[in-house]
């Protein structure tokens, strides 16, 4: 008896040890499938598609402005001025350079004029290399080329200047070794001085080109298109699935968000096509500028040419050689368009068929020049190159300018109006880019806000009526 009470004690015990386990939950995969199968479950899931849809489209919308507006900022701000600096660097150097030769046509004391303007042009273009160097965040001087250019501007600037002077003191004396100053010191500044500059220039445009193109990219625009599609075609299709269950044909919230999310991306088109159109103008002024720059810094060559080659006395053939190739890159006397013509064709403000009036005078006091050099009557090329042709007693009197030197200050100053002109169409075309898109993120984040409260408010009413 005793064994067996002992033998059930422990077999209770051990049932009670083996006592089956308290049965396992599903899993919450299991849970998410069941409850999808519900329409309550089924419209929370769309609920949470709809709104990463329209928070996707606000972030999309907002990242594209965000980088046309820096795009159009820069243009307008940062890169467009270190172009112009750079530009205005050229332009000062090469009007050093043929001021300098002009005043030494003559021979003896030099104009005061002259040599105001010399010091004036060495100046600005000091200043320039300075602010081309010293902008913080600028592009310019991080590239070995770049670094390259400004080492060689700040190292041979102040020995031009050192041979220019040395050229005027021998030429004060009346030295002939003046002369061989004056030629080194132009040699300088066609070999050095004005490639890095070019070179300067040349970075900078490729600078503003690459703004251009994220201020004006239809990739922008097309990923703000998409994802609005996708957005719109959620809410349209929870639209037919909300009416097939609940047999009511709208939903007012979700009317609504689509509306918003319409109204949204039509701002952005609008936007954006307004910006881009903008930029095109702001991209045509600046080419305007550009081409009449170019056209600009060859004529003050062939001015200085001219002056060299009649300080040379018969032995600047090459100089005028240099001359007439680029007049005829200016003029399209070479079989090209013609810097003039292209720049005409660019449209903007002023008399083009004025200014190429202006340069073929220009041509026509040259040629002459020329007929009395072969001559030797270097005394008239003389008065008629930088004086007055009036003086000539063997040339019939003409009507002003009577000068080359005359001829070529209207060129010039043509030039320079039109390409003020031409930057001030610019910066007003870059202002209204800029302005195009101011408060455009806002509004994104708004309407997008908007619309996605109206979505989840028109699927909170359908959910709550299965409670």
Known sequence: MLHEGTHSDVHRADLLTRAPASPRGPNGAAVVARRLRTTPGRLRALSILLILAIVALGAVGWIETTTRQNAARDIAGKTEPRLVDAEDLYVHLADADTTIATTFVNGGAEDPRSRR???????????????????????????????????????????????????????????????????????????SLLPSAEMLYAYEARSLYHEYRQGTSDGTLLACMIAAAIALLLVALTQVYVMRKTNRIFNVPLVAATVLIAVGLGLIVMSFVIEQNALARAARSSYRVEVLSAAMILTLRTQGDESLALVARGGGNDYLADFDAAAAIIDGSNGTTGLLKTAAQAGGHGNAGKLASDFGTYLSIHRKVLRQADRGEWACAVRLAVGSGAACPNLVPSPAPTSEVQAATLVDNAFRARIRAGQEDFERAARQASSALDWLQLAIAGLAAAAAVAAVTGLQRRIGEYR
């Open 117 to 191: 303007r010399y010091l004036g042009d060495l100046k600005l273009a000091s200043e320039e290399l300075a602010s081309l160097t010293s902008q913080g965040g600028s592009p310019t001087g991080t590239t070995a080329t770049a670094r390259r250019a400004i080492r060689k501007l700040v190292q041979d600037l102040p020995s031009y200047s050192g041979l220019v002077e040395h050229a005027r003191a021998d030429n004060r004396a009346g030295y002939p070794l003046g002369a061989s100053y004056l030629r080194e010191a132009s040699g300088l500044m066609g070999t």
